[in-house]
């Protein structure tokens, strides 16, 4: 398969809105309820923390699915971390909901879990931390990339893994861009 078709793959496996489907079974349009948002944090808010979590893993998987064809596949790191960005970019901008889509931390979750799990557990660790403090899921989440960012240039990840944190990190801050106006106004 060449590097282009594993790059597309990787975005459509990342834009199956799983937070979408699993709420329709249950007979809610999620995009209309809560914060309007396709991720774990607003189902498990709609309806209930069990289907939230379901969700989360469901995306963390499609991230990490991405990363692991590519590897499959074509094993160029290159290649393997622009299928990982571009599964993350298909959560958060996907052909199957019109072009909208999630703020993508969970499937960044995967992603990184998959292509370096240091980086995966220094945010987990930042975000369970800030989140946990602020009660600001929002919050916690861009702490968690932006120090897991930080962490892979500081101790010399592959240029390939740095940047894709670093793309990541201005991906979610773009994705929290009305969280984030919300916090400044607060």
Same mark, same amino acid.
């Given at each position: 398969?060449?590097?282009?078709?594993?790059?597309?793959?990787?975005?459509?496996?990342?834009?199956?809105?799983?937070?979408?489907?699993?709420?329709?079974?249950?007979?809610?349009?999620?995009?209309?309820?809560?914060?309007?948002?396709?991720?774990?944090?607003?189902?498990?808010?709609?309806?209930?923390?069990?289907?939230?979590?379901? /969700?989360? +893993? @469901?995306?963390? *998987?499609? $991230?990490? #699915?991405?990363?692991? &064809?590519?590897?499959?596949?074509? !094993?160029?790191?290159?290649?393997?971390?622009?299928?990982?960005?571009?599964?993350?970019?298909?959560?958060?901008?996907?052909?199957?909901?019109?072009?909208?889509?999630?703020?993508?931390?969970?499937?960044?979750?995967?992603?990184?879990?998959?292509?370096?799990?240091?980086?995966?557990?220094?945010?987990?660790?930042?975000?369970?931390?800030?989140?946990?403090?602020?009660? /600001?899921? +929002? @919050?916690?989440? *861009?702490? $968690?990339? #932006?120090?897991?960012? &930080?962490?892979?240039?500081?101790? !010399?990840?592959?240029?390939?893994?740095?940047?894709?944190?670093?793309?990541?990190?201005?991906?979610?801050?773009?994705?929290?861009?009305?969280?984030?106006?919300?916090?400044?106004?607060?």
């Amino acid at each position: 398969m060449t590097p282009l078709l594993v790059i597309v793959a990787g975005y459509f496996a990342g834009a199956i809105p799983f937070g979408v489907i699993l709420a329709k079974r249950k007979g809610v349009d999620i995009r209309e309820r809560g914060s309007g948002n396709i991720g774990a944090t607003n189902v498990a808010r709609v309806i209930g923390l069990g289907s939230g979590l379901v /969700v989360l +893993a @469901l995306d963390a *998987l499609k $991230g990490a #699915a991405a990363v692991w &064809l590519a590897r499959e596949l074509c !094993g160029w790191e290159h290649i393997v971390a622009l299928t990982g960005f571009a599964a993350i970019l298909g959560h958060c901008f996907s052909p199957f909901l019109g072009g909208k889509g999630g703020k993508g931390v969970a499937t960044a979750l995967g992603v990184f879990l998959a292509i370096a799990p240091v980086l995966a557990v220094v945010a987990i660790a930042v975000f369970l931390v800030v989140a946990g403090r602020t009660r /600001v899921p +929002a @919050l916690g989440s *861009l702490s $968690g990339i #932006a120090s897991a960012t &930080l962490y892979a240039f500081i101790t !010399g990840m592959t240029l390939d893994i740095s940047l894709l944190a670093l793309a990541t990190l201005a991906l979610l801050v773009y994705t929290h861009r009305g969280n984030l106006a919300r916090l400044v106004t607060s």
